[in-house]
């Protein structure tokens, strides 16, 4: 694992900021400073239908910083010390090789660590949303949430609902307006690896990302539109949650209590939860309305029509 301190002193060091770039999350803005032009190109890529401009240019406009938001200073010390640093208003965070154990440098990725910081800034701002680790597409009876930890399949399993004619709402976070009962768009660039390429038939990348630092680790980066057209949702009431409980040689279904499902969603959140008591109240009205499961994953097809057998009916989901 990553590790990841938070403290005050002591400050981060002091090195020259390059452009400010704004972004826009459900009406919040957050500021971007850093020393790294390939930070700051890696977010505009990842978040570029939240991207407003930069101060460079003046496109966001003066009435965006007069909005509730934050801003986040990167600095980019791999060189020096061996750490991606990042400050917010409040605290310094610090991202470190050196601090795990030498079999796991191998799989670092400081990008990565930026990209779920900004994220997780987004989440906290949004105060209305509910930010939940999972994919989410749109089928003809309603929203289709696949809560997952890393590597268990909710990005090649969404993708592939929507080569078959789903619409796409999100690989990585399913944003749920818990004040309106249902789930946003929410789409950040998908990140590939090979492996999930070949899985979706898609063919080899012309420009594959070498993580910052990181010569080797090869990973294709696209905008759900270049894989299928026209194909992002509106907002969208939820219909199921899929837990992702893992693979195996086929496909399996276990209907799970929707009281249960309430406790177990809980894992995924991705905003703070300072009072839980109040977080599962303020979630509950979802879960009268939502029929809830774990799924086991087997063959990617095998899969993806075993839920499109139980979510065909009805009209498109759009809104």
């Known amino acids: ?125 949004a105060k209305d949303y509910s930010f939940i680790h999972a994919g989410a597409v749109a089928s003809k009876k309603g929203g289709i949430i696949f809560p997952a930890v890393s590597g268990f399949g909710k990005t090649t399993l969404a993708i592939r609902l929507v080569q078959k ?51 080797g680790v090869r990973k294709g980066m696209l905008d759900i539109e270049e894989i299928v057209a026209d194909s992002l949702s509106e907002p969208c009431t939820p219909g199921y949650i899929f837990f992702l409980m893992g693979f195996g040689e086929k496909p399996r279904l276990e209907r799970i209590a929707p009281s249960h499902a309430l406790f177990h969603i809980f894992r995924f959140s991705i905003s703070s939860v300072d009072n839980p008591g109040s977080y599962l109240f303020s979630h509950a009205p979802l879960f009268n309305t939502v029929q809830c499961f774990n799924l086991v994953i087997g063959d990617l097809d095998e899969t993806a029509d075993l839920i499109m057998h139980m979510t065909d009916q009805g009209k498109l989901c759009n809104g």
């Open 165 to 215: 004619g789903y619409r796409f709402l999100s690989d990585e976070v399913a944003c749920i307006n818990v004040v309106q009962n249902r789930i946003e768009p929410f789409p950040r660039k998908i990140n590939l690896t090979d492996e999930s390429r070949i899985l979706l038939r898609l063919p080899p990348w012309d420009d594959p990302i070498d993580r910052l630092k990181r010569p």
């Open 1 to 125: 694992m990553l590790a990841r301190t938070a403290c005050k002193p002591p400050a981060a060091p002091r090195m020259q900021m390059l452009t400010e770039d704004i972004y826009l999350f459900f009406g919040h803005p957050i500021i971007v400073r850093s020393n790294s032009k390939e930070v700051l190109a890696h977010l505009r890529l990842v978040y570029s239908r939240f991207y407003r401009g930069s101060d460079s240019d003046h496109s966001y406009g003066e009435n965006l910083l007069n909005t509730s938001g934050t801003s986040l200073e990167i600095i980019d010390d791999i060189a020096g010390n061996n750490e991606i640093v990042i400050k917010d208003r409040l605290r310094t965070y610090r991202f470190a090789c050196s601090d795990i154990h030498s079999h796991e440098q191998e799989t670092f990725d400081p990008l990565g660590a930026i990209q779920w910081f900004m994220l997780w800034t987004a989440s906290n701002l």
